[in-house]
């Protein structure tokens, strides 16, 4: 069968658009949280474990299917076994759902881009975050009117994307990952280096990694460093099996998984050390414990990190800029590879040509996100988020292992994988195959537990009706439509002699 896919650049272009795909917004505000509440240092164990034993293993699984299947998601899980094809679908629904309220965040940080050149947002940072700039309704059934200064940068992210996504990946895709990637380090790298060297620092990086041992008896803490790995490395979106299908058919693919997977933990942790030392410096300018100022997500970025910013003087202008040019930057390129993951295996599906597919995609995508441009968009959201990382994400990534690790012939997939390796005895032999067996029961404790909590608890006190509208109903429509599309035909040829099925087990 000649090969006719499009084609990375270069083997750099792949790495550097797989590194951005997995560096985004979860990197600066997530994980610096995370690694404080669950331990502190002795977090570290932990988290090095899931990477070890769920993050790279997936990584080389997803890998394996894009390069040797020659396929996006659902293609390549088609030409594996055509019964499996929705496993493929499912993450690019999830993926594109992400995108709608991603953009949202990223429309935030392009408008506080410009507030930090004047400091805009005052001396109340919160209140002007949730009144003044997002006009914050009273509850998520209450949506209000469009906010037309986040629904503009929304037009303009959108159009951008199209613009950039409609020509080749060689040309689009890389081309803005090799701009953007360097630029994103660069700007980590002068926030880092200026916070350790702000008075305070110390204090906020002892907080950060001093180990609480103690911790590690608890199950959630374990089961938090299961959960972020899993989807701070871009796992179960689809992106990384369509991005490796673009590698020649040849390619080393362990290598390839392990340096995309450990380039992103190390940027976790080295925004870790930034984040936490600028706050140390926060918490000696206003005479409060590192504890008391310490937040996560939404709150680190535009409520606490804000107030920080006003603490600095004239550096604080430079500061602001800096961190919220970074934001955008990280989470702009997260965007696209979710953009691509989403309309890719469309195109190749119904053979519509890419720049039509992505003009129908952008189009659609812009008028759902307004929806969370409205009073009540947070709200939405944030349950929106909750449910397809808990729900969606986890559910693929059960699916996917387990598939691999207990229906099809493991073995067969692990020489694919190793077929080019230049590690086949370290790390990658019998352990690999142990983790695609044990992967499901780990995730799948995950689902259980996520599904438990919303249950008996609910989720930040939403109504249930909100929660079945913008939650539980998301993650049903995504399932619907992956299933309806296994059943269309392909305008390509799925079957071919030269990638043959994997066998059933018989091992």
């Not at 002795?42 to 988290?47: D, E, H, K, R, S």
């Not at 001396?123 to 009117?145: A, E, H, R, Y």
């Not at 460093?225 to 590698?247: P, Q, R």
């Amino acid at each position: 069968m000649s090969d006719s896919r499009q084609r990375w650049g270069s083997k750099a272009g792949f790495l550097i658009s797989a590194i951005g795909s997995a560096i985004g917004l979860g990197n600066i505000w997530r994980y610096p949280y995370v690694l404080y509440k669950y331990g502190g240092g002795a977090f570290l164990i932990p988290y090095f474990v899931a990477a070890a034993s769920v993050a790279i293993p997936l990584l080389v699984l997803e890998y394996t299917l894009g390069s040797k299947y020659r396929g996006t998601s659902p293609l390549a899980w088609a030409r594996v076994r055509r019964n499996c094809e929705w496993i493929g679908w499912l993450p690019g629904f999830c993926a594109i759902f992400i995108t709608f309220y991603y953009t949202v965040i990223l429309a935030w940080a392009m408008v506080y881009i410009k507030y930090a050149a004047t400091l805009a947002w005052g001396q109340d940072t919160n209140t002007f975050f949730f009144g003044t700039f997002l006009k914050l309704s009273d509850s998520p059934m209450q949506p209000g009117g469009i906010n037309t200064s986040i629904l503009i940068p929304l037009v303009i992210l959108w159009g951008s994307a199209f613009l950039i996504m409609r020509t080749k990946v060689n040309r689009g895709l890389e081309w803005a990952n090799k701009i953007m990637m360097p630029l994103a380090i660069v700007i980590i790298a002068i926030i880092i280096v200026r916070g350790i060297m702000l008075p305070g620092a110390v204090d906020g990086l002892n907080t950060l990694f001093t180990p609480r041992f103690e911790a590690l008896y608890d199950p959630e803490v374990w089961l938090a460093a299961f959960g972020h790995v899993f989807f701070s490395c871009s796992i179960a979106m689809g992106v990384m099996i369509t991005y490796s299908s673009y590698l020649p058919k040849k390619s080393e693919i362990t290598n390839s998984a392990s340096v995309a997977a450990l380039s992103n933990f190390a940027c976790e942790i080295a925004c870790a050390i930034g984040i936490f030392a600028i706050l140390g410096y926060m918490a000696g300018a206003v005479g409060k414990p590192v504890t008391e100022v310490v937040s996560s997500g939404i709150g680190l970025a535009f409520i606490a990190f804000p107030s920080c910013i006003n603490t600095m003087g004239d550096a604080g202008v430079f500061f602001g800029i800096a961190f919220f040019l970074c934001l955008f930057v990280t989470g702009y390129t997260s965007f696209l590879s979710l953009l691509e993951a989403f309309a890719a295996p469309l195109s190749e599906k119904f053979g519509i040509a890419r720049k039509k597919i992505m003009g129908i995609v952008c189009a659609i995508g812009l008028c759902a996100s307004s929806i969370f441009a409205t009073g009540a968009g947070l709200y939405i959201l944030d349950i929106v988020d909750h449910f397809i990382n808990n729900w969606g994400l986890v559910s693929v990534g059960i699916a996917q292992a387990f598939v691999v690790g207990w229906i099809l012939k493991t073995s067969y997939i692990h020489q694919q994988a190793i077929q080019d390796s230049y590690f086949k005895r370290f790390f990658f032999g019998k352990f690999w195959i142990f983790c695609m067996k044990s992967i499901p029961f780990l995730m799948a404790w995950s689902l259980i537990q996520s599904t438990y909590t919303i249950i008996t608890d609910g989720y930040e006190g939403y109504p249930t009706i909100a929660l079945l509208l913008y939650g539980v109903l998301v993650i049903a429509v995504c399932a619907a439509f992956a299933f309806n599309m296994q059943g269309r035909k392909w305008t390509i040829t799925v079957e071919s002699p030269s990638i043959p099925r994997v066998p059933g087990r018989k091992e």
